[in-house]
């Protein structure tokens, strides 16, 4: 089976030499054998017809019939032959050529169309006869063995078709003789890899069927093969994708947890702090406290911007004026050795993110590639602006349809295998010797292009160099909001304030903060707790204090109910691990947020701001 054995954009030139050379060989033949075989010497022109029609359809036959008949003509002229006779054989030969033209088009549609179909076919299909010999092969098949299929065709599977399991490396060729045995109807495999005629292996499916004639008997095998790499790579982004949102909000989790229990630490060290003199020996062992609750609370703010739970500040940010004013601080941490080589993109667009936050993008970046480049190199940095349409070209693994800006980074170093570029964004995993990294800036830079509503995309080879391209949505407003920046306040006051935490020991550092500075304060282990001390104190409640996450009843579970009887009430939230839930509902911006932990100072300043702001 040949996937061109009829082509009809031959030439009229080619077909009309090909007719000719058909029917002047014919037009020979019974030349040299009227004598013989008389009234049957259109007999050589039948074959003529059936030529024809095979190579040229309808057409050819037709015109081989109107050759054969005029070269007919001439010849029984030139015998001893009755006119009668003559006229009668000359139509039945038109006859028979006319059911001949007509069974062998039919014939070669059937089989051009099955051809085709089968060259049409986007994965690999081979077919085999009884014995397993190579009948048929089709493009997409030579592709994946890198075998034409002239080479191929009427040599045993076995010397052309080499499949390997993925696992174990194990030579895993299909049996054809224990399939014909059989009879099984499919059989279908992956883990598989097929190795083509160069070596190169590529990750298959395989599909193996038998074929059956009318009768039943098996005519042979038709083996598919589908090229299953791409598919690989998106379930492995998936995946991958997958496991990242799991372990950020494990990450994310036990970040909050720490902070319950640092906002304890560092107010009572605080606190500590304050009620000893300055000359008091042992206030040096209350500020190493505090000192080493800072330290830790830093440590958690890495994890809370892996998790996408730290607090931001989105601005509308220029990313390419952003990075030249980073060029310099960029170069120096990058070193003599290393040429930075910017490469603005010409009208990037303006994107919405926290300034700190894509700074602390680049410089990580940045630190991860200078490590890589211990004897120099080139570290690159390109912006420019990506469509993500319906166009397949345009398309990139993990972006929804839409306009982003892309900031390309990419250096000269030593590259990754695929088994690191798997876990590199895994928070504390690095290939560095013990002490030389904390294995969370590349976490960091993922958590934070994430909260940002980003992509981030790895291109790694060992000694290859590496390029991480990340997409942030190109924001639709140029003009960024003004924000009333507050005035500062004095910290003490003599409202009254309901606090609402499920942790004991924030909520007793809270209220001992409060209450030391003048502030009335009602304490509530929960919502539904601080619903109904809130009923029963209305009028003398200047303002609620409340915790994010909390059972029965959450902060804004909470703040909903009071504020539907009260739209007035200040409203204070705390937190210390979230998955951006104060966006849920509104604007962060528009919700008063502290984050723990926060220092006592921090506290009262922020209670102070929020009271003195017009309104109850």
């Known amino acids: 089976m040949n996937c061109f054995a009829f082509n009809p ?57 109107a050759v054969g008949i005029l070269a007919g003509m001439f010849l029984y002229r030139a015998l001893p032959i009755e006119a009668a006779a003559a ?64 080479e191929v065709v009427g040599r045993k599977i076995g010397d052309v078709l080499h499949l390997k399991d993925e696992t174990t490396g194990h030579v895993q060729n299909p049996s054809i003789d224990e399939l014909l045995k059989a009879g099984s109807h499919s059989r279908v495999s992956s883990h598989k890899l097929l ?11 395989e599909n193996v069927a038998p074929i059956r004639g009318a009768s039943g008997k098996i005519l042979g095998v038709i083996l598919v093969f589908r090229d299953v790499t791409k598919r690989r790579e998106v379930q492995d982004q998936l995946t991958h994708s997958q496991k990242m949102d799991a ?26 702090r304050s009620e000893m003199a300055t000359g008091n020996p042992q206030r040096r062992f209350a500020e190493e406290i505090f000192a080493a609750a800072e330290r830790a609370a830093g440590l958690t703010r890495q994890l809370l911007a892996f998790s996408r739970g730290q607090v931001v500040e989105p601005k509308l940010i220029d990313p390419n004026a952003l990075l030249a004013n ?26 919405e993110a926290d300034p700190g936050q894509f700074e602390q993008i680049i410089v990580n970046l940045a630190m991860n590639s200078r490590d890589a480049m211990p004897h120099g190199g080139r570290f690159v940095i390109e912006t420019s602006n990506v469509e993500i349409s ?82 942030f949505p190109r924001a639709k407003n140029s003009v960024e909001a003004v924000h009333r920046v507050p005035k500062k306040h004095r910290a003490r006051g003599n409202e009254t304030l309901l606090i609402a ?59 909903e109910r009071l504020t539907a009887s009260d739209p007035k009430l200040k409203l204070l939230y705390m937190s210390g691990y979230r998955d951006n839930p104060i966006g849920k509902y ?15 100072d921090a506290l009262l300043a922020r209670v102070r701001e929020i009271l003195d702001l017009t309104g109850k």
């Open 9 to 65: 954009s031959h030439s009229a030139r080619v077909r009309s030499l090909a007719l000719a050379a058909v029917t002047a060989a014919c037009l020979g033949c019974a030349i040299l054998l009227r004598n013989t075989i008389g009234q049957a010497a259109l007999l050589p022109f039948i074959v003529a017809v059936v030529a024809s029609a095979q190579w040229f359809g309808v057409r050819g036959g037709i015109a081989a019939t």
């Open 87 to 150: 006229a009668v054989a000359l139509m039945t030969f038109t006859a028979v050529s006319a059911l001949i033209t007509w069974l062998v088009e039919t014939k070669r549609q059937a089989h051009s169309l099955l051809s085709s179909t089968l060259c049409s076919i986007a994965d690999g299909t081979l077919v085999t006869d009884s014995d397993g010999v190579i009948a048929f092969l089709n493009p997409t098949a030579e592709t994946l063995l890198g075998w034409h299929s002239a």
């Open 195 to 205: 190795v083509a005629k160069d070596g190169s292996q590529v990750a298959v499916e």
């Open 247 to 272: 372990i950020a909000r494990l990450a994310g989790g036990v970040a909050g947890d720490f902070n319950n229990l640092l906002t304890v630490i560092t107010g009572y060290s605080e606190m500590l």
């Open 326 to 351: 980073m060029e310099t601080m960029v170069g120096r941490l990058l070193g003599d050795g290393v040429e930075l080589i910017p490469i603005p993109g010409p009208g990037v667009g303006k994107i």
């Open 390 to 471: 319906d166009e397949p070209s345009s398309k990139r693994a993990g972006l929804a349809l839409g306009s982003y800006v892309m900031i390309a980074v990419s250096d000269t170093g030593f590259g990754m295998d695929a088994d690191t570029r798997s876990r590199l964004f895994e928070p504390f995993f690095t290939t560095k010797s013990q002490g030389k990294g904390s294995g969370l800036g590349l976490s960091i830079v993922y958590g934070i292009v994430r909260q940002s509503a980003g992509h981030i995309n790895v291109y790694s080879q060992v000694n290859a160099g590496t390029i991480f391209e990340i997409y």
């Open 501 to 559: 935490d499920d942790e004991d020991g924030v909520r007793k550092l809270v209220y001992a903060v409060l209450a030391t500075n003048g502030y009335t304060v009602i304490e509530a282990r929960d919502g539904l707790e601080a619903l109904q001390l809130y009923e029963s104190n209305r009028s003398r409640i200047d303002m609620v204090l409340t915790d994010v996450v909390m059972p029965k009843m959450n902060g804004f579970e909470l703040a």
């Open 586 to 600: 509104t604007e962060e911006s528009e919700r008063p947020f502290l984050h723990k932990p926060f220092t006592p």
